[in-house]
């Protein structure tokens, strides 16, 4: 049985793995304000290695104690609820990225009784994508 499906937004949010908030690591304290704020879910990736606009390179040194990795932060949801998050996300951010787009979701139930998936369930679309920033 399909849970949340339609369109909706994806929040990707770019940090690093070194920064904090309030004497915290800034992803865990991001994850936790998404959690508060009821979102589905969310997930944080470490990278291997990366760059950014400044052209510094990021990286996990196998011999280092330095931790200076990008960690990605990704959350689905309304449209409305990531646009609620934003105040709160510029306050915690002291550096980084926030990309949002627009996704199609399917969301499959893991309770969900045998036989109640559809084999090719036909997409619903919900709400509006915002075009007016």
Request: aromatic share 6%.
């Amino acid at each position: 049985m399909h849970g949340l499906k339609g369109e909706r937004t994806l929040m990707r949010i770019h940090v690093e793995e070194q920064d904090k908030f309030q004497g915290i690591p800034l992803y865990e304290q991001i994850v936790q304000l998404l959690r508060r704020r009821q979102c589905a879910g969310a997930t944080a990736y470490r990278a291997v290695e990366g760059f950014e606009a400044s052209g510094h390179v990021h990286r996990t040194r196998t011999w280092s104690t330095k931790v200076d990795v990008p960690v990605v932060i990704e959350c689905v949801e309304s449209d409305e609820k990531i646009q609620a998050l934003l105040p709160d996300l510029d306050r915690m951010i002291g550096g980084g990225l926030v990309t949002l787009e627009r996704v199609r979701v399917i969301l499959y139930r893991r309770d969900a009784p045998p036989g109640a998936r559809a084999p090719h369930a036909s997409m619903e679309i919900t709400g509006r994508w915002r075009t007016d920033e």
